[in-house]
């Protein structure tokens, strides 16, 4: 923790920090949770667990189980959220920010305390996260930075690389960059901060109390290269299921060669064959446990495909605690959005001059399980009842292809050009006048006169 009290100070104390203390038990452990989530050469990770000559017989083996479960529990932005904002020409600056927000929170999850920058490039808003950083407090409020250090290029305690670190300083008055020597590299004239706000927001989570660092989903990391272990001994004892071929007595080692289809003659000495006792279906049953485990303790629920399919109500009571988590999720990420909405306003007014509103809210859809025959009955009422029509069906279905009502009627008016046959769905009745007589789904549509 840095304590602002001059610049000067918050410079040497901040080298300190991240140059030679970078390798810390914790910022190691991010680095390393990040590399098993992104599949980085996690084999380094295990390899001195297993030395010898053993890796001459098999390879290490590495699974990527850390993504693939951090991004089952990440489930807030598994759909784009609806931003309200009078200012139509706010969606013309955040082309980014949906698909930016979806991996941050993939990675927040897995961390914990991830601060993210909201930047500034040409003519859009740019969103960046810092893994190792130091953040900068108010002596009486150590919970909330007022500043923050971090390194602008990641070379930190590498002796081939001989061009000095350089490290980026903002507060929400000042901002600048130095290097290793503490020598300032100006940004501008005053090294003044132009926008006049902090342009960072720390996500934290849900469990934080009295301290400003926290882990996320540390147990899924670790778990990872516990399973990565314990994989690389079950085939070491399956390739070994053969067992140990012993020679007592004086033997010329040279002329001895094992094969399946290799007979062994000794003019000296007895072979024998030692077998191995383990039993491999008790390793499996050690790796599916451990692998449940993790799960449940994230909250996810599998049973490894042993069910078969199952309905959409099946699947959503069977992970009802990942939903009920994710609606303390969804309201932490609102609260970000709005202070990721009040800082934009700041930036954009001093790169642009525009004046977003102050209003601003944000609606997070929410997690459809699949359920073809409960959708079918869905959509078939709201024919029947006059609630929705054909080019309603095609927004919902395809909203990237029709994203508005008059995409999806140009593409039926084109159908309707090109001919249609009695087996297609989008079949128009031009005999009556152009309105179509069927549903989505073929069936009659009669008029009715139920509420």
């Known amino acids: 923790m840095i304590i602002y009290s001059t610049a000067e100070q918050v410079i040497k104390d901040s080298i300190q920090k991240l140059k030679w203390e970078n390798h810390s038990k914790l910022m190691e452990l991010r680095d390393e949770a990040l590399d098993y989530y992104t599949f980085n050469n996690t084999s380094k990770y295990i390899d001195k667990y297993f030395g010898g000559t053993l890796q001459q017989e098999i390879p290490l083996y590495n699974i990527n189980l850390t993504k693939k479960l951090i991004n089952r529990v990440s489930l807030v932005y598994k759909d784009a959220p609806i931003r309200d904002v009078s200012n139509d020409i706010y969606e013309d600056y955040i082309e980014d920010k949906d698909w930016k927000l979806k991996s941050f929170e993939r990675i927040h999850n897995l961390l914990g305390t991830l601060p993210v920058q909201i930047g500034w490039n040409e003519d859009k808003f740019v969103y960046n996260p810092i893994v190792n950083f130091e953040p900068i407090f108010d002596e009486m409020n150590p919970l909330e930075p007022i500043g923050i250090v971090y390194i602008l290029n990641k070379r930190i305690a590498d002796i081939n690389v001989a061009d000095e670190d350089i490290f980026v300083f903002w507060t929400k008055d000042q901002h600048f960059m130095y290097n290793s020597s503490g020598k300032i590299i100006h940004v501008n004239e005053e090294d003044v901060n132009p926008y006049g706000v902090l342009p960072f927001v720390f996500i934290q989570p849900n469990h934080m109390v009295d301290e400003f660092w926290n882990e996320g989903a540390m147990d899924i990391a670790l778990g990872n290269k516990q399973i990565d272990i314990a994989m690389t001994m079950l085939q070491h004892h399956i390739r070994s299921a053969g067992g140990q071929y012993v020679i007592e007595g004086r033997v010329d080692t040279n002329n001895i060669q094992l094969g399946l289809n290799k007979v062994v003659v000794l003019d000296e000495g007895r072979m024998a064959n030692i077998s191995s006792n383990i ?61 990721m909405y009040r800082i934009e306003k700041e930036i954009i007014n001093t ?101």
Do not use: C
């Open 279 to 339: 039993n491999v279906n008790d390793l499996m049953a050690g790796i599916k446990f451990q692998l449940q485990t993790i799960a449940y303790n994230n909250n996810i629920s599998f049973d490894f495909g042993l069910s078969g399919s199952k309905s959409g109500v099946a699947l959503k009571i069977e992970n009802l605690e990942l939903l009920e988590a994710r609606e303390d999720e969804v309201e932490k990420w609102r609260r970000l959005e709005k202070q």
């Open 351 to 451: 790169e642009t001059g525009t004046a977003l509103s102050d209003d601003f809210s944000v609606d997070f859809t929410e997690v459809q399980f699949p359920d073809p025959e409960r959708e079918l009955a869905e959509w078939d009422w709201k024919f029947k009842h006059g609630l929705a029509d054909k080019y309603d069906w095609l927004m919902h279905s395809d909203p990237d292809k029709f994203p508005d009502r008059e995409s999806a009627i140009a593409h039926l008016d084109e159908k309707r050009v090109s001919g249609d046959s009695v087996n297609n769905i989008f079949r128009l009745n031009r005999g009556n006048n152009g309105k179509d007589s069927q549903g989505v789904f073929g069936q009659d549509i009669k008029p009715t006169n139920e509420d």
